[in-house]
């Protein structure tokens, strides 16, 4: 397998982690964001601290994508390989404020009476609730469209990485993805909710091919390790 191939496979696995982390991540915050008396709660805060490790292992997945993938895409634009790494790097900033916020929370609710009486407890837990919305709009609800989605589709449409069609989604669903985070802002929707769940839904399709696709990909160097016309920066398929 060549060096290439490796981070090609390597890649696709941390797109398929990031999956693997944000989903159960965000089902794992459901009490602290939906029950305003969370914090006043004397129950097991273990799956808020468990959504958190995960959100975690997601900002670790993030970051690897981009720094796994740096060195092939330079080679095609080494402006806009850096700016995937930038807009990454944002993302991964926001989700670790985010986390900070929810764990916040819960030592308001191991401190108790120590916060300053019941209500002051829960207007500063819901405060931190709504920063976590905010980071969770401006970072995977925009950022990532802008990064994972239109940047990166275009570096990949030009390094003929994966399928153009493919690379074409990409460079689609992204901006679909911002628009629907400025959408959210200005108050034309929530953010919960069908029009949302409609936009994000091609940028979800493009991250989930990218995973599986590169992942074989790579792995598929290891058979065509011998024939240097194959390789990972040969012309893919469409």
Request: aromatic share 6%; net charge positive; hydrophobic share 55%.
């Amino acid at each position: 397998m060549t060096p290439d191939h490796r981070r090609v496979m390597l890649a696709g696995v941390l797109f398929l982690l990031t999956f693997a982390t944000s989903i159960p991540g965000a089902l794992l915050y459901g009490p602290v964001l939906t029950d305003p008396d969370f914090v006043l709660g004397a129950g097991q805060t273990t799956p808020v601290l468990a959504g958190a490790l995960l959100e975690i292992g997601l900002i670790v997945a993030n970051l690897g994508t981009a720094l796994v993938l740096y060195p092939l895409l330079r080679r095609t634009s080494p402006s806009l390989a850096l700016a995937y790494v930038v807009a990454r790097a944002m993302e991964s900033t926001l989700i670790a404020v985010g986390i900070l916020s929810l764990l916040t929370v819960v030592t308001l609710r191991q401190d108790g009476p120590a916060t300053g009486g019941s209500a002051a407890a829960v207007a500063i837990s819901q405060a931190l609730v709504a920063l976590h919305g905010w980071t969770f709009l401006l970072g995977p609800g925009f950022i990532v469209g802008l990064g994972n989605g239109l940047i990166l589709g275009v570096l990949l449409y030009r390094a003929r990485l994966v399928p153009r069609g493919w690379a074409v989604l990409g460079m689609v669903a992204g901006p679909l993805v911002s628009l629907s985070g400025v959408a959210v802002l200005l108050g034309a929707y929530d953010q919960v909710s069908p029009w949302s769940a409609l936009l994000t839904l091609p940028e979800v399709v493009w991250e989930l091919f990218l995973g599986v696709y590169l992942t074989v990909r790579g792995a598929r160097g290891m058979r065509g390790a011998a024939a240097p016309a194959t390789g990972v920066r040969g012309r893919a398929t469409s």
